[in-house]
């Protein structure tokens, strides 16, 4: 037990030195200002001090202050009124406080001083009972995380990619919250990556079903190379799918590989992992785009097929009406003397020659797959 507390001690953030007057912000005087707080709460040894009501920001951090842990701030969608202070009480750098009020930033991992700045896209599979040209397949959302010493705040975007699931769990396992903000940074990087998985696995039904529908016989009345707008509008989910999972990678690779003050080196190797499942993931949006280009290029041929053989039939068809068009364009001329024309088996003659003529390049043609 001894031990454990050691290595708890050991990896017990340090409190935070800030100029910073705790009482430059009070948002007990600015109601406003916490309307966009989800979660506040102060963490030592790994488990939540419970308190009446939930705390604000500035009064979390007086308690970790004078008390020790660390604090999680979660906030949704809060606008730059409401993150104003917040950004003042942390010491946040104006720029990653712009693209957390902002959003639409790409994934990465930026240093400012003593806090890293994370942004992750979430994705979200878009339940269908049909994939059409207009489906949605996946939503975004963005999280970003401001991680300091003795703190933790979260920043989420859009509907999707809660985190209230994930603070529940981590609570649970009051040994790993010991380890202090790395641990929530890395469970939210993990989190967010197990979500990639799932997508993955969904996206690629939607794969499979298109799949089957350019190779397979189509419906009657239905042409080939229909499903042209299904598979374009497929890859661009895959696209959008793709724009949250590449840019993550590096900021992975570095939180995995490369010694941070702000990053616990027992949490680090977690990170590894990660960064593995993040890198599979990577390579299944990769093939899934190269496999959509192909099906794509399978249904713009078929279709091309399917025109050449429609092309042919009206070639044969018109060759063979061709035949009665000339023989009876000969016999309309307003000639007086032609021969067979006073003939009693003239007309049978010519329409014997005609259907048989007509009958010859038919089974010619059918014989060599023209019709």
Known sequence: ?????DLRAAVRPSLRKSNTPYNSYDTTRDPSASSAVVDCAVYRDGRRQETPGCPTPHEAMLRVREQGGFAWIGLHEPTEEEFAGIAREFGLHPLAV???????????????????????????????????????????????????????????????GSLRALRHRLQEDPELLAKGPSAVLHSI????????????????????????????????????????????????????????????????????????????????????????????????????D????????ANLAQATVTQNEDMRKITSWAAIIAVPTMICGVYGMNFDHMPELQWTYGYPMVMGVIGVVCFSIHRTLKRNGWL
Do not use: W
């Open 189 to 288: 990087a993990d989190h967010v990556v197990d979500g990639y998985i799932a997508v993955a696995e969904a996206v690629q039904d939607d794969i499979d079903e298109v799949e089957i529908g350019v190779f397979s016989t189509p419906a009657k009345g239905s042409p080939r190379g229909s499903d042209a707008g299904r598979i374009y509008q497929l890859k661009r989910e895959v696209l959008e799918f793709k724009r949250a999972v590449s840019p993550l990678l590096r900021p992975m690779q570095l939180l995995s590989e490369r010694p941070m003050r702000l990053i616990d080196p027992d949490i680090q190797k977690y990170f590894r992992d990660v960064a593995d499942h993040l890198a599979r993931v990577h390579e299944e949006v990769i093939g899934f």
């Open 98 to 160: 712009e693209d957390a009020v902002h959003a639409h930033q790409r994934p990465k991992l930026e240093r400012y001083d003593d806090t890293l700045f994370t942004v992750f896209k979430t994705i979200h599979y878009v339940e269908h009972a049909e994939l059409t040209a207009t489906s949605e397949v996946v939503e975004t959302g963005e999280v970003m995380c401001f991680t300091g010493r003795d703190f933790v705040i979260t920043v989420r975007h859009g509907g999707q």
């Open 290 to 297: 190269e496999l959509l280009n192909s099906i794509l290029q």
């Open 1 to 5: 037990m001894s031990m454990i507390r």
